[in-house]
């Protein structure tokens, strides 16, 4: 028996889509990351710690990888670039149905300098034959230390891949206290709730448009009273997201508030408000005011 201990950082990288925030999530077993089925719902790094006998990994979940298009798009994109330089293994995922040549092409445009493991996910989509046939494919591509399939959403493959990142770890001591699940706040993640119910309820251009910070986070005797702003871009958004006669804030403030005592195990007051602010994705006060 050696009392050797294992700790590292590792990063998860991937197209829009590609499972990372779902993975990130099965990894931690609690719902850290929010997930939808649309494109860009991470806006920010977010971490998880997995702490057990032997070993200790910090994982970030990332933006995915776009081509920057407002103010906003480059934050989360430096949010990447950052990412690449501090791990000591980069997760690169993909979607297994999604082309393998677009994402390796991808992937080497990253010119990663840390050790990396491919990630073949949604597996629980492809045909046994067919991801077989992907799995040799994605192991000629020669770059990556181990190809690893999983399904993220169904919780499979987490333990092989779990191994694999465990024997890349260099020896270390574990960063933080082993009760630690994030570095992030409640209220981080409060927001991030709303946010997810957002991407969920509204159409169209309305999720891109809008960011929620937590005004007030209030623990009560017998319940936690929260009040959160959302920001929109225009008043028709407001109007939108108001519904007719507040009907459609009222869905969104039941289903925040379900998910949020959920994630805190305690009764929640939640109040809404909704405000405009022209431009916000393009202004460097506003972005920063809202924790980008
Ligand atoms: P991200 O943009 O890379 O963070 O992707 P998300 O984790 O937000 O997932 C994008 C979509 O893919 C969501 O609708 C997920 O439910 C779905 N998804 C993630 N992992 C799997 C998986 O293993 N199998 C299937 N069928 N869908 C998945
Ligand atoms: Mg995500």
């Not at 971490?47 to 798009?73: A, M, N």
């Not at 005592?261 to 994705?281: P, S, T």
Request: charged share 30%; with cysteine; aromatic share 8%.
């Amino acid at each position: 028996m050696s009392n050797m201990h294992k700790a590292g950082f590792v990063n998860i990288f991937g197209k829009p889509n590609a499972g990372k925030s779902t993975l990130l999530n099965a990894i931690i077993g609690e719902k850290l990351a929010i997930i939808s089925p649309k494109v860009q719902t991470t806006r920010h790094r977010i971490t998880g710690v997995l702490t057990e006998p032997g070993y200790q990994i910090v994982f970030s979940d990332t933006p995915g990888i776009i081509d920057p298009k407002y103010k906003l798009h480059e934050k989360m994109m430096s949010v990447v670039k950052s990412a690449l330089e501090d791990a000591d293994v980069a997760l690169l995922i993909m979607d297994a149905k999604d082309s393998l040549q677009e994402n390796l092409e991808l992937f080497d445009s990253l010119k990663l300098k840390v050790p990396c493991i491919l990630i073949l996910n949604k597996m629980d989509n492809v045909e046994a034959a067919d991801m077989a046939e992907l799995l040799e494919k994605a192991k000629a591509w020669g770059k990556a230390k181990a190809v690893v399939p999983i399904s993220a959403r169904q919780q499979k493959g987490i333990k092989d891949l779990l191994a694999a990142i465990v024997a890349m770890l260099p020896e270390a001591n574990p960063f933080y206290p082993d009760d630690t699940l994030t570095d992030k706040s409640t209220r981080f993640f409060v927001a991030e709730m709303i946010r997810e119910k957002i991407f969920q309820l509204f159409e169209e251009e309305i999720p891109y448009h809008t960011t929620v910070i937590v005004t007030q986070y209030q623990e009560k005797e017998t319940l936690t009273k929260i009040t959160a702003e959302i920001i929109v871009t225009r008043e028709s958004q407001k109007a939108i997201i108001l519904g007719e006669r507040g009907k459609s804030i009222r869905e969104l403030g039941t289903q925040a508030r379900q998910e949020i005592e959920k994630f805190i195990e305690r009764k929640v007051f939640l109040e809404l408000f909704v405000k405009v602010r022209g431009k916000w994705r393009d202004n460097d006060l506003f972005l920063k005011e809202y924790g980008y």
